[in-house]
């Protein structure tokens, strides 16, 4: 009888013994990717189905994979545990904590949306801060994070952990802390794939279209040029925003590509709008691989040439990230466009850098207030306080302003008395197809910088 007791109780804790390798974590004792998988599969199951949000935040910890090689083996396994309990006590009960690989945590948070998840996030920044003693030394960890968020990313346990590892991949390649998945960063997306499978069948198909948006110079009340952006006409989704597809074609090299045709187009449009007797420039937009191409400057000279057409026809808008890819190349081929006669663009000003000083080594013309400004500047007052720093600032360094999200009367008229130089925006108008901009400046009520060649103001 003793010997079967015995034999009983050995089998039961090689049992308890497995299950415990098979679901949690050696080091840490906390439950691991499998634990994880499982209480995420539960929650998601049905008929409960996900009862609100889910959010999970992988944690990848920076620093320790040096610190561990200055550890014994117990030493980092013990800071690993002290981490571990770290983040416990910052989710105060909510959430399941589990350690998924050797430098590496994740958090399921039920109910939780993106700025919940990011709340905790910053939260475990501030606890892994505090310095860990380990064998008398104090050290200090890092981390980046990924989130996912259940349901907008995913509904079941494998999706939402894939996507919250691709958000801290994004998180550590883009040296940021925190990173929320974007569908559209996601180099592994199905979807994003196939639309850039597509995109290059659209070049050849002709499904890209040129549209306008007038830039008007708010004093004078005159149409003084034109941004061109694309749209896709796909056969089955209808018209496409560039929202939707630029930020992915932006990533590749099919960007070149896009760039070309918006180029050719808005000069086929230039010209057209000159046999008109319409003289407006038109501005187009470079991506960050754009500034980053060697032959960029012969490239935009040859087309030119090839039309007959001169630079001072064309704006170039150039975002402040994109100005900070490859600084010294990127201000080499600002500083040879510009004294080809390019007139030059800040776009989305405020957006990207804090640092200032590059309006002093580039040749730029005019700075572009980001939409996200103007449009919130009547309502809130530290927008209205950046749209009119910014006019100063450009205004004391020599430059123009352009106000984008131009988007009502009271707007408008908030930028005259700032004396901002031009606006552009739906109060004006919507981006339109390129055959439509010349009729609808005739109906506009807008006058015309350049007069038309009989001499007459067009409307
Ligand atoms: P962006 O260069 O900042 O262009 C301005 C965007 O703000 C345009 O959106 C325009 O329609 C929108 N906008 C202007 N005024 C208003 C307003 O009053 N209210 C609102 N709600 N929106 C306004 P769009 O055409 O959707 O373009 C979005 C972005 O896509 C552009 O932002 C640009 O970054 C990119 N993009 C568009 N076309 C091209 C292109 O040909 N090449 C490249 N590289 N990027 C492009
Ligand atoms: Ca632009
Ligand atoms: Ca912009």
Known sequence: MVGFV??????????????????????????????????????????NGVNG??????????????????????????LLRAVGARIIETLEGNGFVSCVSNSQFAVAIKGADGGRATETAQKIFAALQTPFLIAGINYGLGAHVGIALAPTHGNDAATILRKSDVALF????????????????????????????EFRKSLLAGELRLYCQPKVDIRSGNIVGAEALVRWEHPSYGLISPDQFVPLIEKTE?????????????????????????????????????????????????TLSSFGAEPEWLGLEITESSLFVDPQLTIKELNSLSKLGFCLYIDDFGTGYSSLSYLLSLPVNVIKIDHSFTMRMIEDKKAATIVRSTIDLAHNLGLQVVAEGAANKEIWDSLKLLGCDEAQGYYISRALPAQEFLPWMQRSGFG??????????IH
């Open 254 to 302: 099919l960007i070149h590509a896009l760039t070309q045709f918006m180029l050719e187009a808005s000069i086929q449009q230039c010209i057209a709008w000159r046999r008109e007797g319409v003289f407006l420039p038109i501005a187009i937009n470079l991506s960050p691989r754009n500034l980053v191409e060697p032959t960029l400057v012969h490239n935009l000279q040859h």
């Open 170 to 197: 994004q998180a550590k390649q883009s040296g940021r802390a925190c990173v929320i998945y974007d569908p559209a960063r996601d180099p592994y997306n199905p979807q994003r794939l196939a639309l850039i499978g």
């Open 6 to 47: 015995q034999d009983v109780t050995e089998a039961r804790q090689a049992e308890e013994q497995t299950r415990n390798f098979a679901y949690y974590d050696k080091a840490t004792h906390l439950p691991n990717r499998t634990s994880l998988e499982q209480f995420l599969s539960d929650l998601f199951a049905p008929p």
């Open 448 to 457: 015309v910088a350049r007069t038309l060649r009989s001499g007459q103001s």
């Open 53 to 78: 949000q889910v959010g999970v935040l992988t944690i990848h910890l920076t620093r320790f994979r040096e610190i561990n090689f200055t550890l014994s083996h117990g030493e980092g396994d013990q």
